[in-house]
Structures are given as structure tokens and as C-alpha cells.
């Protein structure tokens, strides 16, 4: 079975060929279409976005479509950068920069105020109609120092409690267990396993 994971991002495409390797599922990314412009991600939210990238890259492709949006919310910083995580302090910003600017923004707050999630929404569309959505979230702490050399993105300041580490101090296996992608890649191949859908 092969399904199109609308996205560039090699490490999204990474952890989420992990998670569906055991269902037998060809995930592909975008890089067969380098020329196929990204569609606007209007919000609200992030299955909003989830949404819409996938009915825009199953109808540009002909292929049946995931599309994937996920970000940080801080709830000091009233759930910022949220859907903008990607976004915030412009794409071409390298997120050790990011991670530096977020922990100015939260200097000398306590741990209890750092309190953070991951939140990740996907949908699959096929034959014209989105035929599975789900939303999952990983809680967590924001640290005071970027730890770990794993994952990517806000992975290095993400502090997971249950490990006692940041998600780029974890090793894939345990990372795709409990985190928001991992958990709501696994809902997705349960679905197809269950319903028999081979796209």
C-alpha cells in the first residue's frame, strides 16, 4: 500500500515510516514533486490544516494523501507558536535559533509555569473526500537549556517528566511511543488495518 505523506520534512517522513514500517505501508514524501507548490494553511487549527493539505496533495497527485500539521503550544505564551511553529521567526530560521528565542521568552519562570504539548492532528484523504482524521498530544515542560542530540525541531527544550529527559535525549523507539506524531500515526494504521481500506 502506498500513501503519500505530504510533507518535505525529512524528519516527520523519518518517524512516521517508522511507526507504519509494521503495517507493510510505502509511505513516499513530496520530493517526487519538487515543483508542486505548498497549498495556504488557513487555520484554525491544526486538524484545519491537517485537512486541507491532504485533499490539496491527493487531487495534485492522484495519490491517496496524508496530511500531516503539528506545532507547540506554551501555555505562558498563551499557547504560542501553535500552528506557526514551522513559521515562527520565519521558515528559513533554524530552530536552535527558535529553541534560544523561547527560552529568552521564559527566562527565570519556574517549572510549573513552563508546562508546554506537542499537539499533532492528521488526516488521510482518498477518492476525493477525507476518509480518517485524528489529533494527539504529547505534555510536557518547557527545560531552561536545550539537551540531546535526537528528533528535531522543539525536541531539544521539550522536557517529557515520565523520562526524565528531553524527546532529543530519547532514542526513536521511545520517542515514537508516546509522542503526539507517534501516537496519532498509530491510530491512523490502526485504522486501515481494521477497516481493510488499501487505498
Not at 103 to 113: A, M, Q, R, T, W
Not at 125 to 148: C, H, V
Not at 170 to 196: C, I, P, W, Y
Request: net charge negative; hydrophobic share 35%; aromatic share 8%.
Amino acid at each position: 500500500m502506498k500513501l503519500l505523506l505530504a510533507t518535505r520534512n525529512q524528519g516527520k517522513l523519518r518517524e512516521q515510516v517508522e511507526v507504519m514500517a509494521a503495517s507493510g505501508i510505502d509511505l513516499v514524501g513530496l520530493d517526487a514533486w519538487p515543483d508542486l507548490e505548498s497549498p495556504e494553511e488557513p487555520g484554525p487549527s491544526f486538524i484545519d490544516n491537517a485537512v486541507v493539505k491532504a485533499l490539496y496533495y491527493h487531487r495534485a497527485t492522484g495519490l491517496p494523501a496524508i496530511g500531516e500539521d503539528s506545532g507547540l503550544e506554551v501555555d505562558a505564551l498563551d499557547k504560542a507558536p501553535g500552528i506557526y511553529s514551522a513559521r515562527w521567526m520565519g521558515e528559513d530560521t533554524s530552530y536552535a535559533v527558535k529553541n534560544r528565542r523561547l527560552l529568552e521568552k521564559l527566562k527565570d519562570l519556574p517549572s510549573e509555569k513552563r508546562t508546554a504539548r506537542y499537539v499533532c492532528a492528521v488526516a488521510l484523504a482518498d477518492q476525493d473526500s477525507i476518509i480518517f482524521r485524528a489529533q494527539e498530544t504529547i505534555e510536557g515542560l518547557i527545560g531552561e537549556s536545550p539537551k540531546g542530540q535526537s528528533g528535531f525541531g522543539y525536541d531539544p527544550v521539550f522536557y517529557y517528566p515520565p523520562f526524565d529527559k528531553t524527546l532529543a535525549e530519547a532514542t526513536s523507539e521511545e520517542k515514537n511511543r508516546v509522542s503526539h506524531r507517534g501516537k496519532a500515526m498509530a491510530r491512523l494504521r490502526e485504522f486501515l488495518d481494521q477497516t481493510h481500506k488499501r487505498p
